[in-house]
Structures are given as C-alpha cells and as structure tokens.
C-alpha cells in the first residue's frame, strides 16, 4: 500500500520530489507535440506544479494525490485562475479515478513507490482502465542504473517495470533519463493503449 505517512510529509515540509517546476521531461514531450491537448490526469499530482502547467498549455487536467494536504495546496495555487484543473484525494489502488476517460496520464515517480508487484501490476490496470483507445501514459520511475545512494526515489529495474505495465498496455518507449533536480537516474516509460491483446509468446520448434 502507499507510504503510510505522505500528510506527514507535506505538513513537514520534507518533499525532495518538489522541485517547484514543471518536470522538464513531460515539458519536453508536450512541447515535442507528441501529445495533445485534451483530457488529462496527473497520479500523484503533489502540490500541482505540472498539473497547472498542463493546464495552462490547453489540457483539461484532473490530478489525484493520496494527500489531502497536497491537494489543499494544489488549489492554493489556483486560487484566481481560470484554468481547467482540478485535485482530489484518491489512492490509485483503492479505485479508479473519476471524471475520465483521458487521453493522456502522468506520473512522476508515483508508479515506482509500490514495492510489491501486484500493486504496481494493480496500478498499471488502473491506469489502462481510464485511457481512451490509443491514449498515452507517461511515468517515470526510479532506475537500478547509476552509483549506490543512501536516499532518494525507489529504485526498479527494467524487467520489474515490465512484468508490471506490458499485461495491461504496450510500452512504446522504456529508455534512461534522469530525475530533473537530484540527479537520481530514472525510466522514461511511455505507455499506450492497445487496440487488441498482447499476444502469447511463441518459439519455434
């Protein structure tokens, strides 16, 4: 289940995840053109940063955190603006988000926060659950890549990330990056929703 004491952090003021900028590898594949605006949901959503930068780009944004505290100061952050975003407090793994579906779904080291591989199997379902036909889910994750380090995001390697995400979607980009603020390696992992069924693998005789 998720970290049992997020509000904690929130109220502590402990969030290396918040850098306070839009993450510049969702900057660069909105702005790439690779994605359009429509409706969006952000899990993990924190205190807002990229769901209002989505937003404010013409996207139609719906971001959840498991912290109420975060999502009071999502909407702090709104307050006076005319822009189609909005917060709510949901656990992934506890029911699907409302309001879809979407077209597009993002993460910034949400998915990597489950140790067990039935929750992180759970999420991915969850998230194919609220896709439209074709639409995209970028994650990205902490990597078992570069030095050894006493603090920072989960680290999942490459299979685990796989064995969670390719029953339940295609995955059309698995490559190395990098977390924009501490420099912890990550996954850039985009995914997408399948027309048919992956289909079993076969060997040849």
């Known amino acids: 289940m998720p970290h049992p004491s997020w509000n904690e952090s929130y109220a502590s003021g402990q969030l290396p995840w918040d850098t306070g900028q839009p993450e510049p590898l969702l900057v660069e ?5 690779a994605v359009m605006p429509g409706p969006a949901l952000e899990i993990g959503a924190g205190t807002g940063t990229n769901a209002i930068w989505m937003a404010e780009r013409g996207f139609d944004v719906f971001g959840v955190d498991v912290s109420p505290l975060a999502v009071e100061r999502a909407y702090a952050k709104m307050e006076g603006r005319d822009l189609r975003c909005r917060f709510a407090a949901l656990d992934i ?111 040849h005789d």
Do not use: N, Y
Request: charged share 20%; with cysteine.
């Open 29 to 33: 594949f909105v702005t790439s053109g």
């Open 93 to 203: 793994l506890a029911a699907p988000p409302p309001g879809g579906p979407f077209q597009f779904v993002f993460d910034r080291g949400c998915f990597h926060v489950f140790d067990e591989p039935h929750e992180r199997q759970r999420f991915a379902a969850q998230v194919a659950a609220v896709l439209t036909p074709g639409g995209f889910w970028l994650s990205l994750i902490g990597s078992t890549e570069g030095p050894s380090r006493e603090v920072g995001p989960p680290r999942r390697s490459a299979r685990e990330v796989t064995l969670a995400i390719e029953p339940a979607l295609e995955i059309v980009e698995l490559r190395s990056a990098e977390f924009h603020g501490h420099g912890a390696k990550a996954w850039f992992c985009l995914s997408r929703q399948r027309a048919m069924a992956a289909q079993p693998s076969t060997h």
